[in-house]
């Protein structure tokens, strides 16, 4: 262990200071170097040195150094995950070593001065959850450094992310040759596309959403002289407006806002939390600076909890630090300081889309996921209209720029002309007076030549079942019941659940209603759930898995349903079944759940029938024997394709690859189809291709005769069907089937 108690709250700052020096440094080498000097200084270490990520040659880049020779500046260079250093920045963790040498993965670089070092330390620099960088500490002392400093040199280090990063891009920039293109610049960044998560319309201000990071919540500490009074007005302020948005979840997302933000309030009326700030405030400290370093505490008290439920509340403090802060320095009360934005984020969680609805944002803008991941399928719920796009210059766009989100077409203008948002404006304004789309849809959906075709919807929230009533929805296709898992703080109990779904079965009476069990994992991780972390999550504990490896889970959820449904004829579906074993194994578990009710007395569904999701290719070798136990069977095209064809729905680098036309993937529903109809059993289709109208043609030609979907897609599928003749739908099936590549089956769809 340690035996020197370093003086961190000095470092903290000093570092503070840098913040101010660094930000109009105008010699970015020299910048860096105080950096290591500094942290070396505070930390007793021998060596303290800054690695940044070259994205070109894909390779870490030591660029400053205290302790190591000044010639091995930019010569020194590991690819990730290469040595300890390369591991702190591929793994994104800290990592502390007593005896460094010893390390398996240690590597020596002969000449640069190392030889003598034991203690190492390496952090990551993480921008949001990119890495791009690394720093490390060393010493010739074995042992040298504690638990503690590696967590404050991690959080100094989190600290500094965005001036590092920044000098990082500047120094891309000049080390570019000077024959290469100029890098683009903001300027030209002025129209972008990208994929439609959620269809709408946003005109407004962008504000880039990120945890913020210390640097950023300290940056908010004005420089005006505040004192007690102000804080207290600032901490009744930040109070009311929890309330307010605490009550209007409540009000509008009764299943899924129990807790967003009570663990906020709770926090900010914790004695120990306000009266350490108090204290501080009460020996001289402005307040301002007195919130921050109680956050700062509280953060690195979360950071190091074992718990992944406990570590979690970091972004809550953060969060409720960021707020108290905004009001101290603004002295108003703030309503929203989203309303009617341009959200731009690089990742959000499903709680923050739900946040960022509650705080009525115009529009999202995301950097990474795909128009069949969960984020959109909850935006879509939530009628906020996002985009996906691929290009991190826009995590630069200044806060304020003016810009029109068009998510229809899938365009982002960024401060556009006048002229293109009063076109935008006019259009819209048409788009709301004309008459509403609901009002035209027929109570019966029939194909031109009177085959009758059933539209269902897909229920993600509760507030999604007035929307499907209001649209005709036959019933319910798909209730994905994983939402209020995803974003409450722990695991409903069983009479939640059960209070949530007798609303579902209350709301749709007389009609068609399918739970689809628990689908976490992949994009929807619960994250108060202490599970290892996957590669490849999509491939992991995923869906059916999940409730398979964690009966007791499954088994509330199931004793809900059955409870909840007790007086009609229930749909039960399992996602992601890939052999007739699991679905058994899943089945006997309802069979389970309703004998142990019984015998408990307690109101049972005795109308249950079974059904699983076609979403796993394996099942298409296998349906004959799926069809001894499955009664019903939907097909999740969203998995479907991403299984069949090994892409990542959720990954806009193979967002390109991800084809619903693709002709194994055609083939593939089709030959699911005739293996569903061949045992007389009914089979829907409910991910994303049941509601784009070429691909709806093609369904009704392969025999699907029912479709859930999205409720707002309903009309224009609608009126796709009765715009169809089954002869013509057949015979356009058929000439895709008869394509054996993209570009055939391309040419197909836009060419009938
Ligand atoms: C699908 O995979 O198509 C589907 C409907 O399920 P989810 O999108 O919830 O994975
Ligand atoms: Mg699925």
Redesign the pocket.
Known sequence: MATVNRDHAKLICDVGELSAIITDASDLDAMLQKIVDTFAGHMEADVCSIYLYDEAAKELVLRATHGLLSSSIGNVRLRSGEGLTGLAFSERRPIREDDAPAHPNYRFFPGIGEESFRSFVAVPILRGRRPVGAMTLQSKQPSHFSAEDVQVFRAITMQLATTIEMARLLLTLEAAPASLAPAPALSDLRLVHGQVGAEGYAAGEAVLIRQPSLAEIRALIGTTALALPDFRRAVATTEQQLEHLEKLAGERLSDVSAVIFSAQLLMLRDQSWLGAMEEQIAAGTGPAEAVYRVILNYVELFDRMDNAYMREKRYDVMDVGRRLLANLSSHRHVESPLEGRVAIAAELLPSEVLKLGLEKVGGIVLLSGGV?S?VA?LARSLDLPLIFVDDPRLLEIPDGTRMVLDARQGNLYVAPDQEVEQRFREQEEDRRSAPHLAESMREETHTADGTRVHLLANINLLADVEVARSYKAEGIG?Y?TEFPFLIRNDLPSEEEQLRIYRRLVEGMPGREITFRTL?VGGDKVLSYFDYAAEANPFLGLRSIRFSLRHRDVFLQQLRAILRAAHDIEVRIMF?MISSPDELAVAADAVDECQASLRREGLPVCERVRLGMML?VPSVLELMDELAQRAEFFSI?????VQYMLAVDRTNVNVADLYIPHHPAVLRGLHRAIAGALRHDRDVSV???MAHDPRFVRFLLGIGVRKFSMSARYLPRVQEAIFATRLDEAQAFAKRLLAESSVSGTTRVLEGG
């Open positions: 069949t969960h399928v798909l994905r689908d996602p979403e999740g095209t969203n998995d479907f409910c991910g994303d």
